[in-house]
């Protein structure tokens, strides 16, 4: 995978911020930092890590800012009000940029945007040995990741957040895809679906939900993916995540719903 290495631009000669959110990334820290020695500027925002990830980064030349974690669209903002450069690249701790896409950031940059002040980025999923084509994973846009400061921000989401535009001209799309490694293991993902459920389901507190409607979300999340979105081309893979999907969504609204029944107390009277 020699290719996410991007040996052809000197280091530090492209004027951009790249920020990385991270929380206890000791295993993949360095390949993300590696990846954007590019970047003249590197900044590690890191919710207090305990595994080493602050040393790691200021080892390999990367700025560090420590912002306590109250939701990653709170953590993004702080992280904008950290950057220096005039243009910014949001790469997340299991991201990777590759080659091409380094190139084509430095050439939108040295060309002023080319009429674009924020853009999207195509990302490829590598997931149980195989990159997932289908499933929803790609190209998989999030918010924008290659941007002009002042030109968007986040929403106050506590995840999965969403971001506001903030320049009047229409959003452009990269054309390079950078890598994304989201899961190292099978154990990592059941976390992070036990993680998001739990975040996730804030979102639902004005909601009115039940077990049913659980149940109904995560059957809908599990078709979704897997047919809808052609995951059964992904083989087993795709399987794994329409199952993922459908686990996560259940839990987010039955964790909404048991929110919700701790809110009424039982009665006194038998």
Known sequence: ???????????????????????????KIRA???SVHWASDVLVVDSHSTDGTTEL?????????????????????????????????????????????ALEIA????QDGLG?????????????????RHSGWYPNYRQPQLFRKGSIAYDSLPVHEGFMALSPRPPGYMANAIWQFPFKNVSELTRKAEKY?????????????????????????????YVFKLGFLDGGP????????????????????ERQLHKQEPSTRN
């Not at 996410?4 to 295993?27: C, H, M, R």
């Not at 974690?69 to 993004?76: H, T, V």
Request: charged share 20%; hydrophobic share 45%.
């Open 107 to 110: 050439r939108i940059v040295s």
């Open 238 to 257: 795709g399987l794994v995540i329409a199952a993922a999907n459908f686990q996560g969504t259940f839990y987010r609204y039955l964790k909404a719903y």
């Open 1 to 27: 995978m020699t290719k996410a290495s991007v040996g052809q631009l000197p280091d530090k000669s492209v004027p951009v911020t790249v920020y990385i959110i991270a929380f206890n990334e000791i295993d």
């Open 57 to 101: 980064a200021l080892s390999l030349g990367a700025r560090v800012a420590h912002v306590k974690f109250e939701g990653y669209g709170s953590l993004r903002n702080s992280a904008l009000e950290l950057c220096e450069h005039e243009w910014i690249f949001s790469l997340d701790a299991d991201e990777r940029c590759t080659t091409d896409a």
């Open 32 to 34: 993300a930092i590696e």
């Open 197 to 225: 459920s739990d975040l996730g389901s804030l979102k639902l507190q004005n909601r009115n939900v039940s077990v049913l409607s659980a149940f109904g979300h995560g059957c809908w999340s599990f078709l979704k993916h």
């Open 116 to 132: 674009h002040e924020f853009y999207f980025v195509p990302r490829r999923n590598f997931f149980l040995g195989r990159w997932i």
